[in-house]
């Protein structure tokens, strides 16, 4: 499936102006129909939402990591 550029950044939930600076970097790639209009292939960017939801967990489990009592911590009580 395609995406125009204004639907790849709804996709993403960046601006457009992002999605263009992203595609002249080099960063996305695109296709040009035979009218001239960008197209922009959903697919590339499954790898990037997998990364994010990994991320997701291991932010998640290191908030929930209960910390460490610190041995030179006494109690004067």
Request: negative net charge.
């Amino acid at each position: 499936m395609y995406l125009t550029i204004e639907e790849t950044a709804e996709y993403l939930s960046v601006s457009i102006p992002y999605v263009e600076q992203l595609i002249l970097q080099g960063k996305i790639r695109f296709l040009r129909d035979s009218d001239g209009e960008v197209l922009i292939y959903k697919e590339q960017f499954k790898t990037h939402f997998e990364q994010l939801e990994k991320y997701k967990v291991l932010v998640e489990e290191l908030a929930n990591e209960p910390i460490p009592e610190d041995v030179d911590v006494k109690d004067e009580d």
